[in-house]
């Protein structure tokens, strides 16, 4: 046989082995998934009776080191440190497999400050303290549970056909997304150092679009969110004599007015921004003129221009009133942009984003795969990304029943989303689909 025909024929008989091989992969993962689900389904619904409050995720992040350690990984838990020197809750679960890529697949694991109201038979019943001491109700009404019980999933999955990837694969469950200081924490306990830098990263969210379906957003994907307090200062007197003084209530009404163009008059058009002031706080008594109200804001974009442009337009709106009220200089309101509660912008990387959406497209098929828009909320799943240095990409996970998406579709009446009291994923198809489309993605990229 001549050189030129043997490398045909080599060729022809590689491409028919790697033709099995993926038939294989296709017909083996949903028979994998179809085993665990039972299993998977008791699982969820004890973490979502169970949800604990971010920086507190201690008996969560037990149960998923112990999934993983069962599933054959080298886990290690209490990784992540925050600012106070404190340890987070963070999980890191290794499977090494020979020479090849890290991938690194996260998973959130904390809850919200929400009283659940789904009725539903496994429904929280848990009650907290949130740090201002408040007695609240706990509930994972953003789909931790989900995507913690996904991530078992697919390590076990992952460990089940070794013999059909090769690389290492990085497991994370990141503690306190909610208060989007986990990342970080984590980052700064020398996550990488450590474990070794993966050369892509992955997550999935759920969302409240139809279960059995996901969607993959090229670009910007979720918005950066930076907390700003404004303090507006005035000066104190009796409310019947209001010439006597500089009053700050006056000036926080102008000033959260003023506020709308911040974005409507400083930043581009075509750049999505938001302003919002979600408290206020002013005053003691009603006929008292009082020294200050505190102000605290959240802003919401997906460049670094339009962010520094919106804390400079705050800064500017903030002063201007106040010189405007006649305030004196050693009165200006204090502006205070809160680092550690603030997150850049998650940017899904293109050329990834475009891999995994032909991944989903030839594994749940090209009906099953659907466009969103990016959306205004916040995550700091962008953060493990190194400023993209590591490409990057979240995936939406629709989690509701169909047939009330269709209806409502039909009726316009919006279905609860995540953070909301009445949040309430259908389990069974969300994760049957989260698991298998987060597997296949796995299996793809680790070749």
């Not at 929400?114 to 009650?127: F, G, I, M, N, Q």
């Not at 337009?313 to 809160?338: D, F």
């Amino acid at each position: 046989m001549q050189l030129r025909q043997w490398i045909v024929a080599c060729g022809i008989a590689a491409a028919v082995a790697a033709g099995l091989k993926t038939e294989l992969v296709a017909q083996e993962v949903p028979a994998l998934v179809d085993k665990q689900l039972p299993g998977l389904l008791t699982t969820y619904k004890g973490i979502h009776t169970a949800p604990e409050l971010s920086h507190h995720e201690a008996q969560t992040s037990a149960l998923l080191a112990d999934e993983l350690r069962k599933a054959g990984y080298t886990v290690t838990e209490r990784v992540g440190k925050y600012p106070d020197g404190s340890q987070a809750y963070g999980v890191v679960g290794i499977l090494k497999n020979g020479a090849g890529p890290t991938l690194l697949v996260r998973a959130d694991i904390d809850a919200l400050p929400v009283t659940e109201d789904t009725k539903l038979p496994y429904a929280s019943k848990v009650r907290a303290k949130n740090p201002a001491g408040q007695d609240v109700g706990v509930m994972h009404a953003c789909g931790h549970d989900v995507h913690i019980t996904t991530i078992i999933g697919v390590a076990r999955n992952m460990a089940a056909l070794k013999s059909q990837w090769h690389g290492t694969l990085m497991l994370i469950g990141q503690p306190s997304e909610e208060t989007i200081d986990g990342a970080k924490a984590m980052l700064a306990d020398h996550l990488y150092e450590r474990f070794g830098k993966p050369d892509l990263a992955i997550a999935l969210h759920d969302a409240n679009f139809a279960a059995g379906k996901v969607s993959v957003v090229s670009g910007p994907a979720l918005a950066s969110s930076t907390s700003i307090d404004v303090v507006m200062r005035g000066v104190g007197t009796h409310g019947a004599a209001p010439e006597a003084g500089k009053d700050p209530i006056v000036m926080a009404a102008e000033f959260i007015v003023e506020l709308q163009t911040v974005v409507s008059r400083s930043t581009p058009p075509s750049q999505p921004a938001v302003v919002t002031v979600g408290d206020i706080h002013g005053g003691t008594k009603r006929n008292i003129i009082s020294d200050e109200v505190k102000m605290e804001l959240t802003t919401r974009c997906y460049s670094e221009e339009v962010r520094q442009a919106i804390i400079e337009g705050v800064k500017r709106t903030a002063k201007g009133v106040a010189i405007a009220a006649g305030v004196p200089e050693n009165r200006m309101p204090i502006v205070t942009v809160l680092d550690h509660e603030s997150t850049p912008a998650t940017i899904n990387d293109p050329a990834l984003a475009a891999r995994l959406q032909k991944i989903f497209v030839a594994k749940l098929g090209s009906e099953n795969v659907i466009e969103k828009q990016p959306i205004m909320g916040s995550e700091d799943f962008g953060i493990f990304s190194l400023d993209h240095q590591i490409p990057a990409v979240i995936f939406w996970l629709g989690a509701y029943d169909p047939a009330k998406v269709a209806e409502s579709e039909r009726t316009g009446v919006a279905l609860p989303s995540p953070h909301s009291p009445f949040f309430a994923p259908l389990p069974e198809p969300t994760l049957r689909t989260g698991v298998t489309a987060m597997t296949d993605a796995a299996m793809a990229l680790l070749q």
